[in-house]
């Protein structure tokens, strides 16, 4: 599929089921190729990612939901608790720290820049995951639940939580997206 087919077909999913149609395991392998592929700057390779299935996924939306002590409807998280796997982005403040003690010139850029790869992995993998008939959204529950996402999982100190991709088979599309003149957003200079 070409780049702009893929992202044609990338929306955001609420409406998840746990019926992916492929394994686990290839989710897995795709994930982690995705990882290995997507850039950062310095090639500092910043960003970290937890792959949450089955039980795990469940208690995850679950204990979102205590955390927000019902701030956040049981039914919205549900739709995620829904799907079958949820994915987190993170990055290692530890290697950021490392760059600007090593290119002082740009320290004030490595965070920034790691939030900036952390995009791209988020939407390459969105993209990806789409390819494969699997929906997914982008949410940010965080900082809220930073400690209780590393208490689960087992993450270092230093890694920052930056979102949150649950993710499963697709029960419904999304409506149409309202289309503008693109135009307006891109100008073209020749020279
Ligand atoms: C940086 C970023 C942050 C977003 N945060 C959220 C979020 O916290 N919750 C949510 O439901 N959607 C979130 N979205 C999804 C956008 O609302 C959605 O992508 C946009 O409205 C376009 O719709 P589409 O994804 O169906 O094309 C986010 C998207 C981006 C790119």
Sequence with gaps: MSIIKSLEKRRTYYNLDKKIPISEQEVEEKVKKVTELVPDAFNMKSARVV??????????????????????PREKLDLFKNGAGTILFLYDQDIVKKMQEQFHTYADNFPIWANQA??????????????????????????????????????????????????GGIKKEPDEKEKEDINKRVSVVRS
């Design 51 to 72: 792959l949450v299935f089955g039980e795990k996924h469940e208690q995850l939306w679950d204990e979102i939901y205590d955390v927000f002590e019902g701030k956040v």
């Design 118 to 167: 952390n995009g791209m992995l988020q939407i390459v993998m969105w993209s990806m995951l789409r390819e494969l008939n699997i929906g997914a959204s982008l949410q940010h529950y965080n900082p809220i639940i930073d400690a209780k996402v590393k208490e689960l999982f087992d993450i270092p100190e230093s890694c920052m939580l930056v979102a949150q991709m649950p993710f």
